[in-house]
């Protein structure tokens, strides 16, 4: 009964750094986000995912890159990390768009 | 466009007392409206949540919401909040249609003070 599953629980970078979150999911959900949560400014949609092979842009998406090559994974791609990009990220799925989103536990991103 | 607006960042509250967290929303089209729960170094969970029939919907925690599409509002209400229930709060909205994503509100930290 994973649900979610996100990896790793913490990370700390330096800057110019990359990295890739991984993501995944085990609910056969067609839909899945990655949101980052910063204090006091709630959940700001970065990349979306409707079915494997197509992504869309949130409000948030410079500085990252997703891909869904199959509909359990959706891993989220830093590159050349920068210390705005310090967030607590979030992995979520959905059955459909406007249906309840089911969250992982979150990677809590330091850069540095 | 829709849009949530949840007008209280911090709620204090002390243990046994009743709480109501305040949400309004905005939306040209029928709405699906959910409460998000999320604790410390946690994920949001669904708390409850409206997507047709009784205005009034109930968690398994005690919480209750109402919807009130007069007002726009979709207030989260407990009549005795225990320490436990300290958390960050989210208020969210999506369209019936499902042409829409679901939108979050910023939050409302509900803080049980014993």
């Known amino acids: 009964n994973a649900g979610v599953t996100q990896t790793p629980k913490f990370r700390i970078l330096k800057i110019g750094q990359s990295m890739t979150l991984q993501c995944a999911q085990d609910?056969?959900?067609?839909?899945m986000y990655w949101y980052r949560q910063d204090p006091g400014m709630g959940l700001k949609l970065i990349y979306y995912s409707v079915g494997a092979g197509i992504t869309d842009k949130g409000e948030v998406p410079n500085g990252y890159n997703v891909s869904r090559s199959t509909t359990e994974d959706f891993p989220l791609r830093l590159e050349l990390a920068a210390p705005s990009q310090t967030s607590v990220y979030f992995c979520?799925?959905?059955?459909?768009?406007?249906?309840?989103?089911?969250f992982g536990d979150g990677t809590r991103l330091s850069i540095l | 466009a829709q849009s949530v607006t949840q007008l209280d960042s911090q709620v204090p509250v002390f243990e046994e007392a009743p709480v109501e967290l305040r949400c309004n929303y905005s939306?040209?089209?029928?709405?699906?409206l959910f409460w998000y729960v999320q604790y410390p170094n946690q994920g949001l969970q669904l708390l409850l949540k409206?997507?047709?029939?009784?205005?009034l919907v109930e968690s398994i925690n005690g919480f209750e919401a109402e919807f009130n599409k007069s007002q726009t509002s979709f207030h989260l209400r407990k009549p005795s909040v225990h320490i436990s229930d300290t958390a960050e709060y989210f208020c969210?909205?999506?369209?019936?249609?499902?042409?829409?994503?679901?939108?979050f509100g910023i939050g409302t930290k509900l803080q049980v003070i014993p």
């Open positions: 969210a909205v999506s369209d019936a249609g499902g042409y829409q994503k679901v939108t």
């Open positions: 979520a799925s959905s059955y459909r768009g406007n249906q309840p989103q089911h």
């Open positions: 939306s040209s089209v029928s709405v699906y």
């Open positions: 409206y997507l047709s029939g009784s205005t």
């Open positions: 609910m056969n959900h067609n839909y």
